[in-house]
């Protein structure tokens, strides 16, 4: 079974970005709310359906979710960018692709605290989930995803980043 390493080291920012020291992956998620980066990755098809994927039940934060296609931590000594090709390649297979930048906010839960750097992409190739890190994935239609929303099938981040970045009609 795998699971996070609570070692792996993180930067910490303000809510600019600015790189302001560093912590490990336990500190930042122990309700410490020490602010660390992500990057997000909303992938839509053709058809206007949005590529979730599912989290293993082995992950520290909300485990057996639904979330935003990519999601990740961005590395010490790596900028969005750079972290976003890394994770869009580690947990979807995908190389060639045109992220476009959409907006950043805090995020803020009971046991961490993220400035997430949000994108999207329309792709319509072959996606292949990280078996390692993901626990499957697939794209829902945008009726679907509201039929879900309040149900926790997703994660309590990607509903509210949904709304905030207004990225699917009539879910407000």
Known sequence: MYKDNNEEMF???????????????????????????????????????????????WKDIQPDKWDTAVGGHIDLGENAEQALKREVSEELGITEYEPQFVTSYVFESKVEKE??????????????????????????????????????????NFEGEIKRVNLLPGIE
Not at 24 to 51: A, M
Not at 135 to 155: C, D, H, L, P, S
């Open 115 to 156: 400035l997430v750097f949000v994108y999207k992409t329309i792709y319509n190739g072959e996606i292949t989930p990280s078996k390692e890190e993901l626990a499957g994935g697939r794209f829902w239609g945008i009726q679907e995803i509201k039929e879900n929303i309040g149900k926790e099938v997703f994660t309590p």
């Open 11 to 57: 930067p910490l920012v303000d809510e600019l970005g600015n790189i302001t020291g560093a912590a490990s992956r336990g500190e930042c998620h122990n309700g410490s709310k020490l602010l660390h980066p992500v990057v997000h990755l909303h992938v839509f098809n053709d058809k206007g359906e949005l590529f979730l994927q599912k989290r293993p039940a």
